[in-house]
């Protein structure tokens, strides 16, 4: 089993729609938590970043930290097309060394 | 945001031919990486570096080897290419930190590779 689980998708939704993203994971060690957007064919870039838990709201974006049941989600709200692409989560633990553990992506796919 | 660069970009390239992925960043990061991605599918580690003349495999067995001679370059080479080696490399670097921003990975652009 995979330490970081994430649905890979299709996830297709009307522009306009609230997305909602999420991972599960195994190791509750794990204490820093990430979303990374990948456009096709391009690296990933920094999307949100939290610690521990709790909620933290960027724009359009907010990432949610439940560690007590060890889940954790992003919401995009009034989605746009320009919002396809895959998002990845990515976390690790407090000793780790920056060494970051994926899920697989989430493909999405906004639609004007 | 993240100044973190690769080249080239697209290569394609015979069987056997020897081929050097470069990867330079203007951050001063101490911790650089690279990872392998197919289409669709999940980032791997293949190589991790966390400073000067410090390099270690990653989670994914490669046939690549890595240099860090300098900090802001980390190169990737591939002494024979062989077309299971066709995939999108991806460079990243981090700062050093004890918690922040410091723990996330900033990724380059990626270089597709072709090998026929």
């Known amino acids: 089993q995979k330490e970081v689980e994430q649905d890979p998708g299709p996830l297709s939704v009307p522009e306009g729609a609230i997305v909602s993203l999420n991972c599960t994971y195994s190791n509750s060690a794990f204490q820093y938590f990430m979303w990374y957007r990948q456009y096709s064919r391009k690296g990933p870039e920094l999307l949100m970043y939290?610690?521990?838990?709790g909620n933290k709201e960027d724009g359009r974006f907010t990432a949610q930290v439940d560690k007590s049941s060890k889940y954790i989600s992003v919401f995009i709200r009034d989605s746009q097309p320009s919002d396809s692409a895959t998002y990845l989560c990515?976390?690790?633990?407090?000793?780790?060394?920056?060494?970051?553990?994926f899920g697989g992506g989430t493909r999405l796919m906004v639609k004007p | 945001e993240a100044d973190i660069y690769q080249t080239p970009r697209y290569l394609v390239i015979g069987t056997g031919k020897k081929i050097t992925l470069e990867c330079s960043q203007t951050m001063g990061h101490d911790k650089m990486y690279w990872y392998q991605q197919d289409p669709g599918m999940e980032l791997h580690l293949i190589h991790y570096?966390?400073?000067?003349?410090?390099?270690e495999k990653g989670d994914l067995s490669s046939e690549s080897t890595v240099s860090r001679i300098r900090t802001e370059h980390f190169p990737l080479t591939l002494e024979s290419a062989r077309p299971s080696h066709t995939s999108q490399y991806l460079c990243?670097?981090?700062?050093?930190?004890?918690?922040?921003?410091?723990?996330?990975?900033?990724f380059g652009p990626g270089t597709r590779l072709l090998v026929l």
């Open positions: 990515a976390m690790n633990r407090n000793n780790a060394g920056n060494m970051l553990t």
């Open positions: 570096s966390y400073g000067v003349n410090s390099t």
């Open positions: 990243a670097s981090s700062e050093s930190g004890r918690g922040g921003r410091g723990e996330t990975q900033y």
């Open positions: 939290t610690y521990s838990s």
